[in-house]
């Protein structure tokens, strides 16, 4: 069975600090490597990794896919509050078979930015 | 203008009821699915549709019967609730070729 875990399950931090989400996973017949963010409501897309060594730059945000050790990080600098969050990591399937396009999550990580 | 829209938002219903929750996306996407999200806020795969044809079902009971009637609507129906069926529902959407997912706002239905 697929398996995406996420380390750790939360973290307390204050503005300013940077922060390393982890992410482990087995995906069979494997495709990319997706980081969600969750506020209240809905996951919003953050990066999507296909490729190992590639790190994917937004804003404050970054992230870095190993495949060899099937192993991805994001990192947050400068954290502010409006950071605060869940931050979901899912290892998508590639094409063919009858996984094609599933997503498994992984349990998230709860990140809280204090002022 | 709503990428993944669900309705309703909140669904407090009795055991025993049958419900229906709506999804529509105007993303002109091809696949929408259906997950899961337990209070321990994992979030879990159920169905999976690619225009209007099932290509992911996961171990779902029979109660849960979902239904798209084309490629822009994807709704789940849940017959005989039970409480341990409480939990937010979140449809998505994503074009077959890349496994980027847009989520829905989400159904949060409570079963007393």
């Known amino acids: 069975e697929d398996k995406v875990v996420q380390s750790p399950l939360s973290l307390v931090v204050h503005e300013g600090d940077t922060v390393t989400l982890n992410c482990s996973y087995e995906?069979?017949?494997?495709?990319?490597l997706l980081w969600y963010k969750q506020e209240k409501k809905a996951p919003t897309f953050l990066f999507m990794l296909t490729s190992s060594g590639i790190e994917k730059k937004s804003g404050r945000l970054s992230s870095i896919l190993d495949k060899k050790e099937l192993f991805s990080i994001l990192n947050i600098t400068a954290t502010q509050t409006g950071d605060s969050a869940i931050y979901l990591c899912a290892g998508a399937t590639n094409a063919g078979g009858t996984s094609y396009g599933k997503l498994t999550f992984g349990q998230g990580t709860i990140l809280t930015v204090h002022p | 203008d709503t990428a993944v829209s669900q309705t309703p938002k909140y669904l407090v219903t009795q055991m025993g009821n049958d419900k229906s929750i709506k999804c529509e996306q105007n993303?002109?996407?091809?696949?929408m699915y259906w997950y899961k999200q337990d209070s321990k806020k994992f979030l879990k795969i159920m169905f999976s549709y690619n225009n209007k044809e099932l290509i992911i079902n996961e171990t779902v009971p029979n109660r849960f019967s979902p239904k798209s009637p084309d490629k822009a609507h994807l709704n789940l129906h849940i017959n005989s609730l039970e409480l341990g069926d409480s939990a937010v529902y979140f449809c998505a959407s994503s074009q077959l070729r890349n496994t980027e997912a847009f989520f829905g706002q989400g159904t949060r239905l409570t079963v007393v």
């Open positions: 995906v069979t017949n494997f495709r990319s």
């Open positions: 993303l002109g996407h091809d696949t």
